[in-house]
């Protein structure tokens, strides 16, 4: 496009007059000089209009060749996306069609273990369970060679549509070849739960169907892995399913006979599975029964062996001290001396034999004492003032903490202080010489809790809790200090339940001490109680 400006004609100013004045002659200029520039401006617009029609054509011009560049270049970004698309649906379809079955579309073997790994990786991560269903269909080829490939191919997907409809949406149906197929159950609870989905496929297959107007009526044998136990990779769990698969095959029962209902059988298979189960119930009742009897045994055995040396020989202390009587100061008496000793394992036979009694008698209702409100006050005094001579003798301090004031209480005063006198002999058994024992006493609204701890040996964890059993005593306490038989803390635990009470144990662990806890309703006022509480009670 060429462009052109089109230039206004000159303007002929008028000539000057000369017999002007000076003063006309400038005005007379200044007026040319306005007509020029009045004509110079004229010119100017129509230059500046050109130049912006020009502009405006060579603007309309390439916004189109854009507009029409743009839109080629969409068509091609649309056209080579639809390409990519069906490129990667293509690629789908095959990776898709790798992965199952020609003529079931089931999930092949490459995929069925694929599945298996990530199963197995859950399974191990949460600590649960799988299985593995391995499942073979019973003459298959004699329906084969009888009605032809074609149809043994319809039954084939029939099985697989069977299958398929049975299992979760998370279990994987594959077919592993031929007539067997592998059910992969991604979570189980237990190994009953395996064996109720065989126990349902198994079912559905040998119900008689009509297929392409043929009545059939298949069987299958299955066989059942579950990981861990049997197996920690897929190839290990279906091995197994496939050696349990043909144990299952040889089995009669799994093959009905003609004329039999396919539900009954299954009843009599529930019926033998429930047999066996409370067999083996049974087997590991008598097993835990007979351990118990075992363990009963041992523990009458190292009653009697510690009774029989408590008894037989009862001097044996007393000789023993009397040997070393002289390497005492010649300033000790010695009379004292052995009296001390003889009264000391006087009490400790009487203790002894008396725990025996009890703990023969420690059932509900077996003991008859006194049911009167008493002050338990005097009761711990009694108790401690009978634990003080053994305790100083080890350089044992006891320490006594109890509020001022009446501690009623509706018992036995005599049993109580059985109690508590059993509580302290404890404690300074199981206690270091030179070490601390203290009786603490917190009355509440209702109840008294006493509380005998120690800095001594402690107790075990595991022996805890059952330290109130019977001959229970914890390993490392056993020879300590003249242990006893390990029924004096089963008699404590009787006498105070026997008073509506309770007694606890707590340790922090070997060599950091114990604390024995007892809680007894508390009585305040005896005048509440009535006669009716005085006299023997069982």
């Given at each position: 496009?060429?462009?052109?400006?089109?230039?206004?004609?000159?303007?002929?100013?008028?000539?000057?007059?000369?017999?002007?004045?000076?003063?006309?002659?400038?005005?007379?200029k200044?007026?040319?000089?306005?007509?020029?520039?009045?004509?110079?401006?004229?010119?100017?617009?129509?230059?500046?209009?050109?130049?912006?029609?020009?502009?405006?054509?060579?603007?309309?011009?390439?916004?189109?060749?854009?507009?029409?560049?743009?839109?080629?270049?969409?068509?091609?970004?649309?056209?080579?996306?639809?390409?990519?698309?069906?490129a990667?649906?293509?690629?789908?379809?095959?990776?898709q069609?790798?992965?199952?079955?020609?003529?079931?579309?089931l999930?092949?073997?490459?995929?069925?273990?694929?599945?298996?790994?990530?199963?197995?990786a859950?399974?191990?991560?949460?600590?649960?369970?799988?299985?593995?269903?391995?499942?073979?269909?019973?003459?298959?080829?004699?329906?084969?060679?009888?009605?032809?490939?074609?149809?043994?191919?319809?039954?084939?997907?029939?099985?697989?549509?069977?299958?398929?409809?049975l299992?979760?949406?998370?279990?994987?149906?594959?077919?592993?070849?031929?007539?067997?197929?592998?059910?992969?159950?991604a979570?189980?609870?237990?190994?009953?739960?395996?064996?109720?989905?065989?126990?349902?496929?198994?079912a559905?297959?040998?119900?008689?169907?009509?297929?392409?107007?043929?009545?059939?009526?298949?069987?299958?044998?299955?066989?059942?892995?579950v990981?861990?136990?049997d197996?920690?990779?897929?190839?290990?769990?279906i091995?197994?399913?496939?050696?349990?698969?043909?144990?299952?095959?040889?089995?009669?029962?799994?093959?009905?006979?003609?004329?039999?209902?396919?539900?009954?059988?299954?009843?009599?298979?529930?019926?033998?599975?429930?047999?066996?189960?409370?067999?083996?119930?049974?087997?590991?009742?008598?097993?835990?029964?007979?351990?118990?009897?075992?363990?009963?045994?041992?523990?009458?055995?190292?009653?009697?062996?510690?009774?029989?040396?408590?008894?037989?020989n009862?001097?044996?202390?007393?000789?023993?001290?009397?040997?070393?009587?002289?390497?005492?100061?010649?300033?000790?008496?010695?009379?004292?001396?052995?009296?001390?000793?003889?009264?000391?394992?006087l009490?400790?036979?009487?203790?002894?034999?008396?725990?025996?009694?009890?703990?023969?008698?420690?059932?509900?209702?077996?003991?008859?004492?006194?049911?009167?409100?008493?002050?338990?006050?005097?009761?711990?005094?009694?108790?401690?003032?009978?634990?003080q001579?053994?305790?100083?003798?080890?350089?044992?301090?006891?320490?006594?903490?109890?509020?001022?004031?009446?501690?009623?209480?509706?018992?036995?005063?005599?049993?109580?202080?059985?109690?508590?006198?059993?509580?302290?002999?404890?404690?300074?058994?199981?206690?270091?010489?030179?070490?601390?024992i203290?009786?603490?006493?917190?009355?509440?609204?209702?109840?008294?809790?006493?509380?005998?701890?120690?800095?001594?040996?402690?107790?075990?964890?595991?022996?805890?809790?059952?330290?109130?059993?019977?001959?229970?005593?914890?390993?490392?306490?056993?020879?300590?200090?003249?242990?006893?038989?390990?029924?004096?803390?089963?008699?404590?635990?009787?006498?105070?339940?026997?008073?509506?009470?309770?007694?606890?144990?707590?340790?922090?662990?070997?060599?950091?001490?114990?604390?024995?806890?007892?809680?007894?309703?508390?009585?305040?006022?005896?005048?509440?109680?009535?006669?009716?509480?005085?006299?023997?009670?069982?």
């Open positions: 496009m060429n462009r052109r400006a089109r230039i206004a004609p000159q303007v002929k100013a008028p000539e000057a007059d000369p017999n002007a004045t000076p003063v006309a002659q400038v005005e007379d200044l007026a040319r000089l306005g007509l020029q520039v009045d004509a110079m401006q004229a010119l100017l617009v129509r230059l500046l209009q050109d130049v912006v029609q020009a502009e405006s054509r060579l603007e309309h011009s390439q916004v189109g060749r854009l507009v029409e560049v743009n839109e080629q270049l969409v068509v091609a970004t649309l056209a080579h996306q639809d390409e990519a698309d069906t990667a649906q293509a690629l789908e379809g095959a990776e069609t790798a992965l199952l079955d020609p003529l079931t579309r999930p092949n073997r490459t995929a069925l273990f694929d599945r298996g790994r990530q199963a197995i859950n399974a191990r991560r949460r600590h649960s369970q799988l299985a593995v269903l391995f499942l073979d269909l019973d003459n298959f080829k004699q329906l084969n060679d009888s009605h032809g490939h074609a149809f043994g191919d319809l039954v084939l997907c029939m099985v697989a549509d069977q299958m398929r409809a299992v979760r949406e998370v279990d994987t149906v594959s077919r592993h070849g031929g007539d067997e197929f592998i059910v992969l159950l979570d189980v609870a237990q190994g009953a739960d395996a064996d109720a989905v065989a126990d349902k496929l198994v559905a297959i040998g119900a008689p169907v009509m297929l392409d107007g043929r009545r059939i009526s298949l069987t299958a044998s299955v066989g059942v892995a990981y861990p136990d197996g920690a990779d897929m190839a290990a769990l091995a197994h399913a496939d050696a349990a698969m043909y144990v299952a095959k040889r089995a009669p029962s799994r093959h009905p006979l003609p004329g039999t209902d396919i539900t009954t059988v299954e009843r009599r298979h529930a019926q033998l599975r429930e047999a066996n189960e409370r067999l083996v119930l049974g087997a590991l009742t008598a097993q835990e029964l007979l351990a118990a009897a075992e363990r009963a045994k041992v523990r009458q055995t190292a009653l009697m062996a510690a009774v029989a040396e408590e008894l037989r009862p001097l044996a202390p007393i000789r023993i001290t009397s040997a070393m009587l002289g390497h005492l100061p010649a300033e000790q008496l010695l009379l004292p001396r052995v009296q001390g000793i003889v009264e000391q394992q009490a400790h036979m009487s203790r002894l034999v008396g725990h025996l009694v009890d703990a023969s008698a420690t059932g509900p209702g077996s003991w008859e004492f006194e049911r009167r409100w008493i002050d338990l006050a005097p009761v711990i005094d009694a108790a401690i003032a009978a634990q001579p053994q305790m100083e003798e080890r350089g044992q301090g006891v320490e006594l903490h109890r509020p001022s004031g009446v501690l009623g209480v509706l018992g036995d005063a005599t049993r109580l202080e059985q109690v508590l006198d059993n509580l302290l002999d404890n404690a300074s058994r199981h206690t270091h010489d030179g070490g601390r203290s009786l603490s006493v917190v009355a509440g609204g209702d109840t008294l809790m006493l509380t005998v701890s120690d800095n001594g040996i402690g107790i075990t964890a595991a022996t805890l809790s059952t330290i109130f059993e019977p001959f229970v005593q914890d390993a490392h306490a056993l020879g300590y200090s003249d242990a006893g038989l390990g029924i004096g803390l089963t008699v404590v635990r009787a006498l105070v339940r026997a008073h509506g009470g309770d007694i606890v144990a707590r340790s922090a662990g070997t060599g950091r001490g114990s604390q024995f806890i007892v809680t007894l309703p508390r009585v305040a006022n005896p005048d509440a109680l009535g006669a009716s509480v005085d006299g023997p009670s069982a």
